[in-house]
């Protein structure tokens, strides 16, 4: 009989950013990770939950979520700058709210990684190109703010300061708006900066983060945000 510590395979990975942001009216949380589904085939599911808190208000409710599933096949080039490329057949996008607050689109995605090393910094890359299907009634016109493609952008351990700050991290991401991306005024863009004092023996990073635009969230996808927020990195 296998135990649940042998069954190595089935162990969580990392996946996308997981943070904790403190900010005013919203506090925003993600939450994400992957695991291989068959031992000798590159196949993973992968889930991300983002969520929108108003911390500061009576109740502290939930403003909204967005529940992020999908499943993709990974591509291996470990003598290129182009690392892997991900083919997602299915992703799903949801808010979990009912009729006229319910969010929800389907996705098929390319993703692109890429990696530079230098001799005191790693520039990381990737670039993704979705279609969209099966939108809910309710945002029929998600593509005006979330076109089909999105770009991101990493500069890990810019600063020489080992002694003060032994890991940072600087990204960039954005996307536009409309059907072949040709509104970057309708699209989004997010700035972050994460570090970690070397002086102390804590895991967790301080991350600070900017966004400007559309779609941050699901329920208010058409409305214009400008947000800076702080917190903790994992």
Same mark, same amino acid.
């Given at each position: ?6 069954? @190595? ?24 990770? /992957? ?22 208000? /009576? ?19 470990? /003598?290129?700058? =182009? ?15 009912? @009729? ?9 995605? =390319?993703? =692109? ?55 940072? @991290? ?65």
């Amino acid at each position: 009989m296998t135990t649940l510590e042998g069954q @190595e395979n089935l162990a969580l990975l990392r996946y996308r950013p997981v943070y904790f942001l403190y900010g005013n009216p919203d506090t925003k949380a993600q939450i994400s990770f /992957k695991f291989l589904l068959i031992r000798t085939v590159p196949l993973y599911i992968g889930y991300s939950q983002l969520v929108f808190w108003r911390l500061n208000a /009576k109740s502290r409710p939930f403003e909204d979520a967005t529940y992020h599933p999908e499943l993709f096949y990974r591509w291996n080039f470990p /003598k290129s700058r =182009v690392t892997t490329v991900d083919f997602g057949p299915w992703s799903h996008l949801s808010n979990g709210k009912t @009729e006229e607050a319910s969010r929800s689109v389907d996705e098929t995605f =390319v993703r =692109v990684n890429s990696r530079w090393d230098f001799s005191s910094l790693t520039l990381l890359l990737s670039g993704t190109g979705s279609i969209n299907y099966n939108e809910d009634e309710t945002n029929r016109d998600l593509y005006l703010y979330r076109g089909p493609f999105e770009i991101q952008g990493s500069v890990i351990n810019f600063f020489d300061l080992q002694q003060f700050i032994d890991k940072s @991290e600087f990204n960039v991401r954005m996307f536009p708006g409309g059907r072949y991306g040709e509104r970057w005024q309708h699209g989004g863009y997010e700035i972050g900066f994460n570090f970690r004092f070397g002086a102390y023996d804590v895991f967790p990073t301080f991350y600070l983060q900017y966004y400007q635009g559309f779609a941050e969230s699901m329920i208010n996808y058409n409305q214009f945000v400008r947000q800076f927020r702080a917190g903790i990195s994992f």
